[in-house]
């Protein structure tokens, strides 16, 4: 028993009685999948999760026993597969909003259902599955819900033309149309039924003439009437406001042809034999479509003075056009040599066309460049507690999360849940996560924040940024002694003073005409990491990010913390070094005579010897953190000493 006859056994001891929500017995649906993957050429692994698609939902550990029983692709596609049932809700919390909010979910659910697809597969059984629900409702002549039809019609069908599925799109939109505008189906289904005799004989004429020229050129074409599809004949009616009769795809034919030098040689055909209508020929094959769909079309007017369609591409083409992403699916369970696979997978290039998709639209301006950079799975996809899909960079947190629903909400966070568990703040949050932000009632951010692991967003980190910036210049305490109390700071912005004797030259970034010193406990030299501190009338004291004096103060004041920076590498600083060494003869002119010969200023010596051991304190006024460790190295180097350390 192969592995589908088995995976067919399993279904049927899973599901048996069991029906879905649309009434479907499971059964009956899994069974119409793998009919839809069959059509398409899917392999066996694909029908196989077909058949298995609601073990999750009726079988303990599934994931487990489905990779020992079928192995660990299966087992993903499943998976997959069932997280995919989550986007339910989440379209009909988009349909809700209605207008334009229900558009930009649609897209970005579109976008949700592909980032969450790790198998490409795994969308085209998502798509198998709504094809199948819709044909069993239109059989049993069951009214399907307007939102889960719109959603077909705005989500699926896009995302089959997307992958180049055609078969899929043209079903998906017909059915969903049928149940959205019932009476405008039936009025256009009326029309071409109506007119079914005289379409066909016109067809089969204008076949026998196309077929007979084409054979006294020596071109080898299958030439066949294309089906009509109601969606397409509706729109274009109402696109260029066209009657019935005038619409061209009404009358359509198709023309197989073996190869590209051929289909240009078909259109010179077709248009000596009926006459071009003007501004309606698109050549597809020097310019392919988004989803790398290739073929020519033309309209000719026919010997009645209608208007019929030809479309004319060569196999290769077709079984692209018809089959889109799922064609490399059929060339590998067909045996095509490996080369062929390959160079039908570069011709496809899917990875590419979806790519270009996301980056096509956002729904913020700000964030256009960032999907131009990005690879395909530098974005993820979660949810808030109402169903609204929010995107984010990879690696983001609930902080990011909540920054990107609105400003407040960010600024108010101080806890998190996601999927119903609490979690930290620093969490990376995964595609298809539901996240709820816990809120204070006032407050700020945490300057926490801004340290590596809670923040990836970069207008996230901007936004946190904005809030001490703001808080420094409405903090009164922060202005110098001598303004004057109407006196309004600056907007924020980079300012630096030049540094007198023994003065840094440092930026701080937030607020003007602040006078900075350096923290006389930790000494900072360049290229420290530095932060600034509001005193109240000394100015801005500037620290170590790793001083403990500076900790302690933040922690108390927070919104009286500020960023500061190296605004230039030359300078003097003056810093501590502390030497323990044993104690011995000539040991303090031996330290001296190192720092002396390095042109090393001193500006305080301290020392203390007890139990044979010597410990120093050097005030030292050195250029960089660079010379620092220079000189610690050559004090390192002086007899008897066993440590060398900064203050």
């Given at each position: 028993m192969d592995a589908v006859d088995q995976a067919r056994a399993l279904a049927r001891e899973l599901y048996l009685g069991r029906r879905l929500?649309?009434?479907?017995d499971i059964l009956e649906h899994a069974e119409g999948m793998v009919a839809r993957l069959a059509e398409l050429g899917l392999d066996s692994d694909a029908r196989v999760a077909a058949l298995l698609f609601a073990a999750h939902d009726h079988m303990p550990d599934a994931g487990e026993k489905l990779a020992a029983e079928f192995g660990a692709p299966v087992a993903a596609l499943v998976a997959n597969l069932h997280r995919l049932k989550g986007l339910r809700p989440l379209t009909e919390a988009a349909a809700a909003r209605g207008g334009g909010a229900a558009e930009a979910?649609?897209?970005?659910?579109?976008?949700?259902?592909?980032?969450?697809?790790?198998?490409?597969?795994?969308?085209?059984?998502?798509?198998?599955?709504?094809?199948?629900?819709?044909?069993?409702?239109?059989g049993h002549d069951i009214p399907l819900r307007r939102d889960m039809a719109r959603e077909s019609l705005e989500i699926y069908a896009p995302l089959a033309n997307r992958l180049g599925v055609w078969q899929m799109k043209?079903?998906?939109?017909?059915?969903?149309?049928?149940?959205?505008?019932?009476?405008?189906?039936?009025?256009?289904?009326?029309?071409?039924?109506?007119?079914?005799?005289?379409?066909?004989?016109?067809?089969?004429?204008?076949?026998?003439?196309?077929?007979?020229?084409?054979?006294?050129?020596?071109?080898?074409?299958?030439?066949?009437?294309?089906?009509?599809?109601?969606?397409?004949?509706?729109?274009k009616m109402r696109a260029k406001n066209l009657d019935f009769s005038e619409v061209y795809d009404v009358r359509a034919l198709r023309v197989i042809?073996?190869?590209?030098?051929?289909?240009?040689?078909?259109?010179?055909?077709?248009?000596?034999?009926?006459?071009?209508?003007?501004?309606?020929?698109?050549?597809?094959?020097?310019?392919?479509?988004?989803?790398?769909?290739?073929?020519?079309?033309?309209?000719?007017?026919?010997?009645?003075?209608?208007?019929?369609e030809v479309q004319i591409r060569t196999r290769e083409m077709h079984s692209h056009a018809e089959l889109g992403v799922a064609a490399h699916w059929r060339y590998k369970e067909s045996g095509t040599s490996a080369k062929a696979d390959s160079s039908?997978?570069?011709?496809?290039?899917?990875?590419?066309?979806?790519?270009?998709?996301?980056?096509?639209?956002?729904?913020?301006?700000?964030?256009?460049?960032?999907?131009?950079?990005?690879?395909?799975?530098?974005?993820?996809?979660?949810?808030?507690?109402?169903?609204?899909?929010?995107?984010?960079?990879r690696g983001a947190t609930p902080i990011d999360f909540a920054y990107r629903v609105h400003t407040d909400l960010g600024h108010r966070c101080r806890g998190a849940k996601v999927d119903g568990h609490l979690v930290p703040l620093s969490t990376s949050l995964a595609n298809g996560q539901r996240v709820e932000i816990v809120v204070a009632k006032t407050g700020g951010p945490s300057r926490d924040w801004l340290q590596p692991g809670h923040l990836v967003s970069p207008r996230a980190r901007q936004k946190v940024k904005a809030w001490f910036a703001a808080q420094a210049e409405h903090e009164p305490a922060a202005a110098p002694a001598a303004a004057p109390a109407a006196e309004a700071l600056p907007e924020p912005e980079i300012v630096t003073r030049r540094p007198r004797?023994?003065?840094?030259?440092?930026?701080?970034?937030?607020?003007?005409?602040?006078?900075?010193?350096?923290?006389?406990?930790?000494?900072?030299?360049?290229?420290?990491?530095?932060?600034?501190?509001?005193?109240?009338?000394?100015?801005?004291?500037v620290h170590r990010t790793d001083c403990a004096n500076f900790r302690n103060m933040a922690a108390r004041n927070p919104e009286r913390v500020i960023d500061a920076q190296w605004g230039a590498k030359e300078g003097i600083y003056a810093t501590d070094l502390f030497i323990e060494a044993h104690d011995r003869q000539g040991l303090?002119?031996?330290?001296?005579?190192?720092?002396?010969?390095?042109?090393?200023?001193?500006?305080?010596?301290?020392?203390?010897?007890?139990?044979?051991?010597?410990?120093?304190?050097?005030?030292?006024?050195?250029?960089?953190?660079?010379?620092?460790?220079?000189?610690?190295?050559l004090v390192g180097e002086v007899a008897g000493v066993t440590s060398v350390r900064r203050g």
């Open positions: 929500g649309t009434g479907e979910q649609a897209e970005i659910l579109r976008k949700m259902l592909l980032a969450m697809a790790d198998d490409i597969r795994v969308v085209l059984l998502r798509l198998a599955s709504r094809t199948q629900t819709l044909r069993w409702l239109t043209w079903e998906i939109e017909d059915l969903s149309f049928r149940f959205i505008e019932p009476e405008t189906y039936k009025r256009i289904a009326k029309m071409l039924d109506e007119k079914r005799a005289e379409r066909e004989a016109f067809i089969e004429s204008a076949i026998a003439r196309l077929k007979d020229e084409m054979a006294k050129a020596g071109v080898n074409a299958e030439v066949y009437g294309r089906p009509k599809h109601i969606y397409s004949i509706r729109n042809v073996p190869d590209v030098r051929d289909c240009y040689t078909a259109l010179g055909i077709v248009h000596a034999l009926w006459q071009p209508v003007h501004g309606e020929f698109d050549d597809y094959i020097s310019h392919p479509k988004g989803n790398d769909y290739r073929s020519l079309h033309t309209a000719v007017m026919a010997e009645d003075g209608r208007p019929f039908y997978d570069d011709k496809i290039a899917w990875l590419r066309q979806l790519l270009s998709w996301r980056d096509e639209i956002t729904d913020s301006a700000a964030w256009v460049e960032q999907f131009k950079r990005a690879a395909l799975d530098d974005t993820i996809y979660v949810m808030t507690p109402q169903g609204r899909v929010i995107d984010l960079p004797a023994g003065e840094s030259k440092v930026l701080v970034v937030g607020v003007d005409k602040l006078l900075t010193q350096l923290g006389r406990c930790c000494k900072p030299v360049p290229p420290d990491a530095i932060a600034g501190f509001v005193t109240r009338g000394r100015g801005v004291s303090l002119r031996d330290i001296s005579d190192v720092l002396s010969k390095e042109k090393i200023n001193v500006t305080a010596v301290k020392t203390q010897s007890k139990g044979g051991m010597a410990r120093m304190g050097f005030t030292v006024e050195l250029s960089s953190a660079g010379t620092l460790q220079r000189i610690m190295a």
